[in-house]
Nanobody, 120 residues
Framework: QVQLVESGGGLVQAGGSLRLSCAVSGSIFSIGLVEWYRQTPGNQRELVAHITSGGTGHVDSVKGRFTISRDNAKNTVYLQMNTLKPEDTAAYYC???????????????WGQGTQVTVSS
């Protein structure tokens, strides 16, 4: 059983910073792609950033402000968010593709989400 737990959300003023964490735990053989999504009420989830062993990518609206990174020893992926804007307000979700121990296959897992609210 694999679990993703996000943390680090909260209320911050515009221009401030937050660091989100996505901790992957359980029977893990290897972690592949990890992504951060965000969602506002009534809208679809939007991909914000991704990270693989080959590199990272960020959506244009957050480039230069957000940085995704990972600590393989801790099985944790981070999203450093700087110069936050009110339009960054959303629930942020972590998605990971994980190969479970004892399995030949990778499966998709989602965290429960963490709320980020940016006040103007």
């Amino acid at each position: 059983q694999v679990q993703l737990v996000e943390s680090g959300g909260g209320l911050v003023q515009a221009g401030g910073s937050l660091r989100l964490s996505c901790a992957v735990s359980g029977s893990i053989f290897s972690i592949g792609l990890v992504e951060w999504y965000r969602q506002t009420p009534g809208n679809q989830r939007e991909l914000v950033a991704h990270i693989t062993s080959g590199g990272t990518g960020h959506v244009d609206s957050v480039k230069g402000r957000f940085t995704i990174s990972r600590d393989n020893a801790k099985n944790t992926v981070y999203l450093q968010m700087n110069t936050l804007k009110p339009e960054d307000t959303a629930a942020y979700y972590c998605h990971a593709v994980v190969r479970d121990s004892g399995s030949y296959y990778y499966n998709d897992y989602w965290g429960q989400g963490t709320q980020v609210t940016v006040s103007s």
